[in-house]
């Protein structure tokens, strides 16, 4: 069992930058699947990105060129720096590691809002 925590969410204008953290409550460093989601209103929870334990990337065609995931195995954290916001990334963002096949974790999730 791991317990995720995120933060560093907010309300921001159309083209600036925030930068989400999730601290896991244990070693991430043996830990493949790591990525972050999201969910707008009325909508479904979306992929957004994705990183390995070898530091590979992956992005959603969404997100690609503005947004970057990476982690910090010393600290425990996984991170996702948010450039050139715009409104249409407004949702709740989701923090998530698949420990085994089928068990999944997921943080508590944190509002990202972008203004016009």
């Known amino acids: 069992q791991v317990q995720l925590v995120e933060s560093g969410g907010g309300l921001v204008q159309a083209g600036g930058s925030l930068r989400l953290s999730c601290a896991a409550s244990?070693?991430?460093?043996?830990?493949?699947?790591m990525g972050w989601y999201r969910q707008a209103p009325e909508k479904q929870r979306e992929w957004v990105a994705s990183?390995?334990?070898?530091?590979?990337?992956t992005y959603a065609d969404s997100v690609k060129g503005r947004f970057t995931i990476s982690r910090d195995n010393a600290k425990n954290t996984l991170y996702l720096q948010m450039d050139s916001l715009k409104p249409e990334d407004t949702a709740v963002y989701y923090c998530?590691?698949?420990?085994?096949?089928?068990?999944?974790?997921w943080g508590q999730g944190i509002q990202v809002t972008v203004s016009s």
């Open positions: 998530k590691v698949v420990t085994r096949p089928g068990y999944d974790h």
């Open positions: 990183i390995t334990s070898g530091g590979s990337t």
């Open positions: 244990r070693s991430i460093f043996s830990i493949n699947a």
